[in-house]
């Protein structure tokens, strides 16, 4: 897979990518990232990429000259004919769609991914409407610029395709992960310890010493039986999610024995 990043930055991501998954995912040839910028798609002596916007208002909009040039240099397909089952062209701004596993999942089944990194106030919206698929925030919160959000959805993306991750499963059992209907037929050997996320929150981790500063690891999890490790767990992720993301339940994969946990915690409230 291909990540291109268009940004006024381009040494920004020089430390990002030089360490752990992504750096051994360039280096065994599974993700090639690249980076343009912007500035050498200007024609002019002060290599000028933003404007004052029309109507006024504060702050500076990007050109769309140079944006459009550096899109079409990459030789992605125009817009209208665009193959968006194998390449798309994002634009990270705080107006976009809210970036999640499951964008991250749709991400990972494309062959490139262009990356188109907004500062200042904004980019001129021609660029959207001429060279964008879709437009995405990583949050609900303002940036400088799209550079740590092009990081942040390369890193999401990329550790979702095969062989990036030492183990397959660890991109699987997961926050925001797969619901165990998806792994039917999958199992071999011992049975899980473990649910699919199915959306949620993931569940506690432990590991040695098996206490700490008096604070012991449950003894269900030292127990060796499979379907209670796996009910605590399920039990425990429902817990978490409760208290740190209730949004997400609306749309989880919930059984009625999870449903029935859930309101015996909402009613000890």
């Avoid at 999640?100 to 991400?107: D, F, I, K, P, Y």
């Avoid at 942040?152 to 991109?171: C, H, K």
């Avoid at 432990?206 to 209670?228: I, S, W």
Wanted: glycine residues 10%.
């Amino acid at each position: 897979m291909r990540f291109d990043i268009i940004t006024i930055f381009p040494e920004f991501f020089g430390g990002i990518f030089s360490h752990g998954v992504v750096k051994r995912a360039i280096a065994n040839g599974l993700v090639e990232i690249g980076l343009r910028d912007l500035r050498e798609f200007t024609h002019d002596r002060h290599r000028t990429v933003d404007d004052r916007p029309f109507g006024g208002g504060e702050g500076m909009v990007l050109k769309p000259e140079p944006l459009i040039e550096a899109v079409e240099s990459l030789g992605v397909a125009p817009r209208a004919d665009r193959d968006t089952a194998r390449e798309s062209v994002v634009l990270l701004s705080a107006q976009g769609a809210k970036f999640s596993q499951a964008v991250a999942r749709e991400l990972s089944a494309l062959e490139r991914v262009v990356l188109i990194c907004g500062r200042y106030e904004g980019v001129d919206e021609r660029v959207n409407e001429l060279a964008c698929d879709r437009e995405l925030s990583i949050g609900d919160y303002v940036l400088s610029g799209g550079e740590l959000g092009a990081a942040v959805i390369v890193d999401a993306t990329m550790r979702l395709l095969p062989g990036v991750l030492g183990n397959e499963d660890s991109a699987a059992y997961e926050s925001f992960g797969r619901p165990d209907e998806e792994f039917a037929g999958e199992q071999d050997g011992p049975p899980r310890s473990t649910h699919g996320a199915g959306g949620l929150l993931d569940y506690p981790h432990y590991t040695r010493p098996a206490e700490f500063r008096g604070l012991a690891v449950p003894e269900v999890l030292a127990g060796g039986n499979h379907d209670q490790i796996r009910r605590w767990r399920r039990e425990r992720a429902l817990e978490k999610t409760l208290r740190n993301r209730p949004d997400l339940l609306e749309k989880a994969e919930l059984s009625a024995e999870d449903r029935k946990f859930l309101e015996r915690l909402k009613s000890r409230r």
